[in-house]
């Protein structure tokens, strides 16, 4: 496994691969690597004969008084990860690499980062699309991974890489789960003991909505009851918002679609905030 920490670097690298007639599949992270982002390795490796992860904390898809100075690291782990899984090139850019001095362009996806974390985390997805446009744009043609986890991330990543023409297959990968149900994410390991088990109620609260809707109950004002009371009961958490919308363009609905609607969910444990979705 080659480790690159120039633009060039891995420009360079993936141009020789397609040279050779391989196709490369990518993985853009920001590190602290969990079985999450492992089943993204794997994924795009069933479509590509050599796979890119690239770990990168982007500090501006961070906001003002948000986690970027906490925001766990382990490169020594996530290298050793990457090698077992056969990754082929390993990019870790300095701060300076990706947003050189005079840097000042801005990537923007409108109407699909309105609502949910867009609307929390102000500057968030324009942060998220910058950075993926370059790493794209660096990686050429690709087939590149996200995960379903950060839903309205795909659906806006999808859509830059139509608008903008970029020559990049984009797959979604199923969200990876504890055995209670609690999504893997790198700031879990934040949570006390404590925070760990109230944490299950996202997933417990999406599992009721999706219980409810089997048994017909398509309304979203009892969906968002039902979500709402379940996180309520465990101590420590704040919803930060909870929402029910069209699972492809994002607005809102009064009734429940199955077949084509997001369930989505943002909730403080502690001071950790934690996503997740599902889709009905
Ligand atoms: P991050 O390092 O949090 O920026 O995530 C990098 C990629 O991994 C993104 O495409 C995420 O959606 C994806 N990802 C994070 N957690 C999970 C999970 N539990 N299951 C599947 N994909 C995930």
Not at 12 to 22: K, V
Not at 39 to 67: K, T, Y
Request: hydrophobic share 40%.
């Amino acid at each position: 496994m080659q480790r690159l920490a120039t633009p060039t670097e891995l420009r360079d690298w993936c141009e020789a691969r397609r040279r050779e007639g391989r196709r490369i599949g990518f993985v853009p992270t920001m590190g602290y690597l969990h079985r999450g982002h492992m089943s993204l390795v794997e994924l795009v490796g069933r479509h590509a004969d050599e796979v890119v992860v690239s770990i990168f904390v982007n500090p501006r898809q961070f906001g003002d008084g948000e986690d970027l100075a906490r925001y766990p690291r382990d490169l020594e782990g996530d290298e050793v990860k990457c090698r077992q899984a056969g990754v082929g090139a390993l990019f870790v850019p300095p701060v300076q690499q990706m947003y050189p001095k005079g840097f000042q362009t801005r990537v923007k996806v409108s109407d699909l980062t309105q609502g949910l974390c867009g609307a929390r985390r102000p500057g968030h997805f324009e942060g998220v699309c910058t950075v993926v446009a370059k790493l794209l744009n660096i990686v050429g043609p690709c087939v590149a991974v996200f995960g379903q986890k950060d839903y309205q991330q795909l659906l806006a990543i999808r859509r830059m890489t139509v608008d903008l023409n970029l020559p990049v297959e984009v797959l979604g990968a199923p969200t990876v789960r504890d055995p209670d149900g609690l999504a893997v994410s790198s700031r879990n390991v934040h949570l006390s003991a404590d925070q760990r088990g109230s944490a299950k109620c996202l997933s417990g609260a999406l599992r009721q909505v999706q219980e409810q809707v089997r048994e017909g109950e398509l309304s979203v004002r009892v969906a968002r009851e039902t979500a709402s009371s379940v996180i309520a009961q465990q101590a420590g958490t704040r919803i930060d918002y909870l929402e029910i919308r069209d699972a492809e363009t994002l607005v809102q609905l009064d009734q429940i679609r199955p077949g084509g609607t997001l369930v989505a969910l943002a909730v403080f444990v502690g001071g950790t905030r934690l996503i997740d979705n599902i889709l009905i």
